[in-house]
């Protein structure tokens, strides 16, 4: 597999840190059922050798032997009592010095070994007997002060065997618990640890996404201070970036202001006297400036809303029907040129906010409605207040309106619906802009005769703009 198709994975700390102790921890746990297993053993051979011996011994108290040879006195009461267990087969024997059979079971001769006087006494060693694992215990008694004799006692490991895995069983289970636990401990502790980036990571995911300032790492842990650094140096560059592609066209703007207006009068004068052709061309032209001039000042306009410019402006208190009617002759007028009649319904509508942003925000309002409704159109502006304090402007037309689907795509940049339009597609972004610094909220709606489109733009009430 490609490398590149590996690392592009995403996974988890949290994922990784449990794996990394668990691995360990469960090589750990099979060392453990091993060791447990074998002390298990231990033990219960210890345990149970200790019944061997007694049987050993209880064997050798009956032995009597003589010059005659050997007499066992063992009734066969007894010696079924000797051979009961539950678990395993109990097998004995005794043999003479030459290891010849006394009593007992002659299959045990096979597990006679060489006398030596240094081994234990009894000896206890695990052997195998009709294919079947025993314990046996060799015991060598001298009775009467005779030549000695050798008692051999065995029995199956069945029941060790299960007393051993009981108890590796029994620490298996709490050695399970103690991983569990730990895991658990492990997990509650790092989710515990993970909330300072989960905090840090929803204030980053409710910032707007202009909104550029430097990440507080004070609350940060210091593991990740050096991403953070590094994070608020990225936004640094980024806002300097912004100021500066603002500053130019800011600055472009406004250079070209001048020498559109004087290139418009040299053709307006121009145009005397023309006729034909020329006359045609002329306009044209003409109407290229008036474009051109329009696209200027609203990329100026657009530089001045967009909000690292707008970020330090200090909203004021004002009447938005007063700076309505103080502009309503401009308005009118360029009403009366295109042929829509324009009305205004205008209620007091108190806000806080910039006189030339709101108004260059109007301008654009109407603009669009008189530019799309057309000769013959109508065009309302309102405003008022809501019950709720919020003040609200709208300026409604009976132009062919903007599909639902299409509304949230006409408010982005340099975005025109209409191929065959004269405009810019700024008209509206920049209606955006202006209300995003004043925290006001645009909606485009149906008109309220069902044809044409309502912008409606809803501010927040003057009390709430103080505190944001």
Same mark, same amino acid.
């Given at each position: 597999?490609?490398q590149?198709?590996v690392?592009?994975r995403?996974?988890?700390l ?7 102790l ?9 060392v ?5 297993y074998?002390e ?12 061997l ?12 032997r ?6 066992l ?8 009592v000797l051979?009961v ?5 109990v ?19 096979s ?19 009709? !294919? ?20 051999v006692v065995?029995?199956?490991?069945? !029941? ?5 895995s009981?108890i ?16 658990l ?19 980053? !995911? ?7 300032s ?29 100021i ?15 020498p ?7 053709v ?11 006359l ?13 001039s ?20 200090v909203l ?14 401009e ?20 806000v806080?906010?910039?006189?030339w ?46 599909p639902?689907a ?8 340099f ?10 597609g700024l ?15 645009v ?12 912008a409606?733009?809803t501010f ?6 103080s505190?944001?």
């Amino acid at each position: 597999m490609p490398q590149s198709a590996v690392s592009s994975r995403p996974y988890s700390l949290r994922a990784r840190l449990l794996v990394f102790l668990l691995v360990p921890l469960l090589a750990l746990l099979g060392v453990s059922i091993v060791t447990d297993y074998r002390e298990g053993l231990h033990i219960t051979n210890e345990a149970y050798d200790q019944a061997l011996h007694s049987t050993a011994l209880a064997l050798s108290a009956i032995v009597d032997r003589d010059t005659a040879g050997t007499d066992l006195d063992l009734p066969t009461q007894a010696e079924a009592v000797l051979r009961v267990d539950m678990a395993d087969q109990v097998y004995y024997a005794i043999f003479d010095e030459n290891g010849a059979l006394q009593a007992g079971d002659a299959q045990l001769s096979s597990l006679i070994e060489e006398f030596d006087p240094d081994e234990d006494n009894p000896d206890f060693r695990f052997d195998v007997l009709n !294919k079947q694992a025993v314990r046996v215990a060799t015991y060598r008694h001298s009775p009467n002060a005779q030549a000695p004799v050798v008692i051999v006692v065995a029995e199956t490991t069945r !029941k060790r065997e299960a007393a051993a895995s009981r108890i590796m069983i029994v620490t298996l289970f709490s050695d399970l618990l103690f991983i569990f636990t730990s895991l658990l401990v492990a997990f509650i502790g790092m989710r515990y640890a993970h909330q300072p980036l989960v905090r840090i990571s929803h204030e980053i !995911k409710a910032r707007e996404p202009d909104d550029l300032s430097p990440i507080d790492e004070s609350a940060a842990p210091l593991e990740i201070h050096a991403l953070i650094r590094a994070i608020n140096r990225l936004m640094s560059n980024l806002r300097e970036a912004s100021i500066a592609q603002q500053n130019f066209i800011s600055s472009a703007a406004h250079q070209l202001r001048s020498p559109l207006a004087a290139l418009q009068a040299q053709v307006d004068v121009a145009t005397e006297g023309q006729q034909g052709e020329a006359l045609r061309r002329l306009r044209d032209m003409q109407t290229s400036i008036i474009r051109l001039s329009r696209l200027t000042r609203q990329m100026l306009a657009l530089a001045r809303a967009a909000p690292d410019a707008s970020r330090n402006i200090v909203l004021s208190n004002m009447a938005l029907e007063e700076l309505i009617e103080n502009a309503a002759s401009e308005f009118v007028d360029q009403a009366v040129l295109a042929g829509v009649d324009l009305g205004f319904e205008l209620a007091p509508a108190p806000v806080q906010g910039v006189a030339w942003s709101l108004r260059e925000m109007l301008a654009n309002l109407i603009d669009n409605a008189v530019r799309y409704c057309g000769s013959g159109g109508v065009v309302t502006v309102r405003c008022g207040t809501e019950e709720s304090g919020s003040a609200w402007l709208e300026v409604e037309d009976n132009g062919p309106g903007i599909p639902e689907a299409l509304r949230a795509k006409a408010l982005v940049r340099f975005v025109r619906l209409d191929d065959m339009a004269d405009g810019s597609g700024l008209g509206l972004a920049i209606v955006r802009e202006v209300a995003q610094s004043h925290h006001a909220r645009v909606d485009l709606l149906s008109a309220t005769e069902g044809r044409g489109l309502r912008a409606r733009i809803t501010f927040p009430p003057s009390g709430v703009v103080s505190s944001l």
